[in-house]
């Protein structure tokens, strides 16, 4: 089992441009949420997408959109890139679905993908 | 002021001392508290979560929620140098997938 993949792992752009981000989720899951980590910060929720839609969004302008293909992998889009969208986003994957009665669903993180705007 | 407080550090202990981090937050609707560790370059890894209040102990590791005074804390015995690591606390709604994380603790522990 590969776990969550990211790609690229590290990526370098410039003001104003734009960017894609990719994510794999772990096997036999079907929900993946995108998080944006600054540097010595935690985690902060970008939005959720499970059934190729997006079902929760935390609070990023709309220069952050994303998607979610049939096979469950998801890409993130960020526009208009600024100075301060430089961090580690990081891609985490679920499943909707409850094993065993369990009422939590683990999400496992992937490496993530680090963005330097210069 | 963020939803979840968590005291940076660095943290440095000696060698198979105890680690002792917490968590403060201000919405009582959480449900899941958990707590992540993440290790430089890597994406961080779930240790341990609870639901509602009470411990938790899973090895050398307790989880505690006190959901009275809105605080988690989590304890490390007999801790290692391969302990060294930022440790983030994450909670959650009962419904829903997001996690609001604190900012995180960096910890050292030295042979």
């Known amino acids: 089992d590969a776990g969550v993949t990211q790609s690229p792992t590290h990526l370098i752009k410039t003001r104003g441009q734009q960017v894609t981000l990719r994510c794999s989720p772990k096997?036999?899951?079907?929900?993946v949420s995108w998080y944006q980590q600054a540097l010595g910060q935690g985690p902060q929720f970008i939005f959720q997408y499970y059934e190729e839609e997006e079902r929760q969004r935390g609070n990023f302008p709309d220069r952050f959109s994303g998607h979610q293909f049939p096979n469950y992998s998801s890409e993130l889009n960020v526009n208009a890139l600024l100075l301060g969208d430089s961090a580690l986003y990081l891609c985490?994957?679920?499943?909707?679905?409850?094993?065993?009665?369990?009422?939590?669903?683990?999400?496992?993180f992937g490496p993530g993908t680090r963005l330097t705007v210069l | 002021q963020k939803e979840v407080e968590q005291d940076p550090g660095p943290l440095s202990v000696p060698e198979g001392a105890i680690v002792s981090l917490n968590c403060t937050y201000s919405n009582s609707a959480f449900q899941y508290f958990m707590w992540y560790r993440q290790y430089s370059r890597k994406g961080p890894e779930l240790l341990m979560y609870t639901y509602s209040s009470g411990n938790k102990e899973d090895g050398r590791f307790t989880a505690q929620v006190d959901k009275s005074s809105k605080y988690i804390s989590l304890f490390i015995r007999d801790s290692q140098p391969s302990d060294s690591a930022t440790y983030l606390c994450?909670?959650?709604?009962?419904?829903?997938?997001?996690?609001?994380f604190g900012g995180g603790t960096r910890v050292l522990v030295k042979p």
């Open positions: 985490a994957s679920s499943t909707a679905h409850r094993a065993g009665g369990t009422p939590y669903n683990e999400q496992f």
């Open positions: 994450a909670m959650r709604y009962a419904a829903g997938n997001k996690l609001t």
């Open positions: 096997s036999g899951h079907d929900t």
